[in-house]
């Protein structure tokens, strides 16, 4: 390439947030569709709940030690209210 794009950036995000892409993770259809279910669950659950941490990517590109992810944007807060405690969990557990 004769120069940087942002695809690129975004590609180095992933890569350092998530780690090193595992190509060499033979998946099956079945399984890529189970881990699409798994994160989709998270998402859901997580966009429907008020005081959730807002979502930013869903992948089920292996990364690492995981076959897919969601990913937030935690808010710096210094005391969390029960509410929002609860929300995370139940996104956790989505």
């Not at 950036?9 to 259809?29: H, M, S």
Request: charged residues 30%.
């Amino acid at each position: 390439k004769k120069e940087v794009d942002k695809q690129d950036f975004l590609d180095a995000v992933d890569r350092i947030i998530g780690g090193l892409e595992k190509k060499n993770k033979i998946i099956t259809p079945s399984e890529k569709r189970a881990v699409a279910f798994h994160e989709a669950g998270h998402a859901v659950v997580s966009w429907m709940l008020e005081h959730a941490a807002p979502l930013i990517k869903v992948t089920i590109v292996p990364r690492g030690r995981s076959l897919g992810a969601a990913w937030y944007l935690p808010e710096e807060r210094l005391i969390v209210r029960p509410e929002q405690m609860l929300d995370e969990m139940c996104a956790a557990l989505g």
